[in-house]
């Protein structure tokens, strides 16, 4: 008999595979990889609802399915709502006894598109009313599924196919929306960052979104090799360059107290993150410089957040 | 043993809703509707039934949270109107192609611009290619009976598919009328518990909403119409036994003092019931006229529209929502369209009326059968005729 988990060092991975072979998402995307990793983490009690975008089109065209889980497409901007509706329908019927009593893990999904965009309202207000549930946001930093078209989640100097970098232009011109700070301010039990290519930090918080009663939010960085310019080979490299940067910190909020979980002694330069990718090839030194700057300033207000409210 | 308590029209349907033991309310509010949402909210938070009320940040997160309630085997009730209920739009076709029985009144509204909150059909007229099944009410029992009905009608393992319930707002909605309620004993035994076949169930895991190609979307469109259209002898079935049980019998198409009537109204909604007095008085007058009242908006009610007109000359529809640009009103438009070719010797006029909550005397659905007749004679008619309205 195959053994259950998957020994690695002190990890436990759970061998079951929740999101089948025979999907058709591009070789080497981080999302793809991100999904994989969250389901073995959320394990069989679970619902998933899933905004429309990559994962949605690339896990399902009928006849065939990747899921193994209940998976359900909702549209682009209701993923939140939707999960509301079935968190609260199965409660009720449970508290009716027209369903078993059984602990059933809700979770909804959604790209940066369909979290920080289209469906920020749907989200929020799903929080707001404190449903229990996860929400897993896979940022790849664009509409990928759409052809690389520029989100309120975009980094400032990305070149997109609707913010390009052209004669009068530099790609995104500006700043990436704060979704972690944004849906920390809804005062929701837990709120963190997570990437696949630190992948027992990433399994763990999923594995604490699921458990926390109430809504949990996990913003997951998504390496894009297509729309990213890079080589579908440098995905987990390029994942880890983003936190060691610290473009991409990976923290918690829990009860709104913070936890930086991975600090490196001295950032990398932002350029040899920015030069890893063709969507970033066009930008200046000087341009390079005013990113160092804004990750530098951000990174030093989040050590001041996590010094002045530790979670302990 | 039922009781008459007096009601308004959202407080019917809510009443309904809550004696049909709903398990998931998701809504918002917007006027007219509220008084439904408000009196389930109380319903809830007072113990009178046990629910969950949702209460979303818009109306299409309300339809959103509907769609995951009912998919997860809750029995799910809302409410909307005109702007909100346009709002929902896009999630009333995923409800409907997912086969979930949500019931959802709508207070019937005129859309803007200009800002308004009175009654048309707009709002309903939009919906009618959603794949909703979609009745008309004339008065707040009906409001009630439509209701309860709905639930078995849409949970019925061969039908599957989402109700709307059109009553009109402010006019019904917020009219008291007297309304017989019946006991919650005959309700439960008219009402089986909802069971969806392929509820969300980590037991049973279902693959929901898969992408589709040229190959196979347009087969999976057709065996959805078919389906749709082919709900109306379950619907009629499921009213046949709620007349059994309730006394109450309703007809796709209802028939007022029309055998052998020459001319025949036909109307949706509350306004029928004016256009009842003007039947009346042309009666007493001798003339030769009846009144169709069209209940049975989705699915179309071919056979029944063609019973109902046996006999008759003329056809004159009255419609309630402006279409902009396109020929004349939508039900006059359906109804010339589900004749033609099968009573080519039957004449039909149209006018429109009473939008945004205009109101329409007895002497005005005279006015409309004199003209109407007069269009039947002339053989022909201006694409927009309206009635009550200057210009």
């Known amino acids: ?312 | 043993m039922s009781k008459r308590v007096p009601l308004e029209g959202s407080f019917a349907t809510a009443e309904a809703a809550r004696m049909a033991d709903v398990d998931v309310i998701a809504a918002y509010p917007i006027t007219p509707q509220s008084h439904i949402i408000e009196r389930m909210s109380e319903f809830v938070h007072n113990g009178e039934l046990k629910a969950a009320f949702v209460p979303v940040e818009s109306e299409h997160s309300a339809m959103s949270a509907c769609w995951g309630a009912s998919g997860a085997g809750a029995r799910t009730y809302t409410a909307t109107a005109s702007q909100g209920f346009f709002l929902m739009h896009e999630v009333l076709y995923f409800v409907a192609g997912m086969r979930l029985p949500v019931v959802m009144a709508v207070s019937n509204r005129a859309v803007g611009p200009p800002a308004n909150i009175w009654g048309d059909y707009s709002d309903a007229m939009s919906a009618s290619y959603t794949g909703w099944l979609q009745v008309f009410a004339a008065n707040n029992q009906e409001i009630f009976d439509f209701t309860l009905s709905a639930f078995r009608i849409a949970e019925d393992p061969r039908v599957l598919l989402p109700f709307m319930i059109h009553m009109d707002g402010f006019t019904l909605s917020h009219v008291v009328e007297a309304v017989f309620l019946p006991e919650q004993e005959e309700v439960d035994a008219f009402l089986p518990p909802y069971k969806h076949p392929y509820a969300y169930n980590p037991d049973n895991p279902c693959c929901y909403g898969s992408v589709m190609s040229p190959a196979t979307y347009g087969e999976l469109k057709k065996a959805q119409d078919v389906h749709v259209r082919g709900t109306i002898p379950v619907i009629k079935e499921i009213w046949k036994e709620f007349g059994d049980r309730f006394g109450r019998y309703y007809k796709p198409i209802d028939s007022y003092k029309a055998e052998g009537a020459k001319t025949l109204l036909m109307v949706a909604g509350g306004l029928s019931e004016t256009a009842k007095i003007a039947v009346d008085k042309r009666r007493e007058q001798g003339e030769s006229v009846g009144l169709l009242t069209l209940h049975l908006w989705r699915p179309f009610p071919f056979e029944d529209l063609y019973k109902a007109v046996e006999g008759a000359e003329n056809l004159v529809v009255f419609d309630r929502a402006p279409t902009l640009g396109g020929p004349t009103g939508p039900i006059i438009g359906e109804m010339k369209a589900a004749l033609f070719g099968v009573r080519n010797d039957l004449r039909v006029a149209g006018i429109l009326g009473a939008f945004c909550g205009r109101n329409l005397e007895v002497t005005e659905f005279e006015e409309v059968i004199d003209r109407g007749n007069a269009i039947c004679e002339r053989g022909s008619q201006e694409m927009v005729e309206t009635v009550g309205i200057r210009g």
């Not at chain 1, 594995?207 to 729309?227: L, W």
């Not at chain 1, 880890?240 to 918690?252: H, I, M, S």
């Not at chain 1, 001295?266 to 970033?280: D, H, I, M, S």
């Open chain 1, 1 to 312: 008999m195959a053994p259950d988990t998957i020994k690695v060092g002190k990890h436990q991975i759970d061998a079951k595979e929740y999101l089948a072979p025979g999907h058709t998402f591009c070789t080497g995307c981080g999302e793809a990889l991100a999904i994989r990793l969250a389901c073995k983490a959320i394990g069989n009690d679970a619902i998933i609802a899933m905004a429309t975008g990559c994962s949605e089109v690339c896990t399902s065209p009928l006849p065939v399915t990747s899921w193994q889980l209940p998976w359900l497409h909702t549209l682009f901007e209701n993923a939140g709502a939707e999960i509301s509706g079935i968190e609260a329908g199965l409660k009720a019927m449970m508290r009716k006894g027209k369903a078993p009593e059984r602990d059933i893990k809700f979770v909804a999904m959604g790209g940066d598109g369909g979290t920080s965009d289209i469906g920020l309202q749907s989200l929020s207000g799903a929080l707001e009313r404190g449903h229990d549930f996860l929400y897993l946001c896979w940022d790849n930093e664009a509409y990928m599924n759409t052809g690389i078209q520029r989100s309120s989640a975009t980094p400032y100097g990305a070149s997109t196919t609707t913010a390009p970098a052209g004669k009068l232009s530099m790609g995104q011109s500006t700043q990436k929306k704060n979704l972690v700070e944004i849906f920390a301010a809804h005062g929701i039990p837990y709120v963190a960052t997570a990437s696949p290519s630190y992948p027992f930090d990433f399994i763990n918080k999923v594995k604490k979104g699921v458990a926390i009663k109430g809504p949990a939010y996990i913003h997951v960085y998504a390496v894009c090799p297509t729309g990213w310019r890079t080589t579908s080979d440098r995905t987990i490299e390029i994942g880890k360059l983003a936190t060691e940067t610290g473009v991409f910190p990976l923290y918690e909020i829990e009860g709104g107290k913070y936890r930086i979980n991975y600090e490196p002694k001295n950032l990398k330069p932002v350029e040899e993150y920015l030069k890893a990718q063709g969507r970033f090839r066009h930008l200046s030194p000087s341009e390079i410089a005013k990113i160092q700057e804004k990750v530098n300033e951000d990174f030093a207000l989040l050590k001041e957040r996590a010094e002045r409210l530790p979670a302990g």
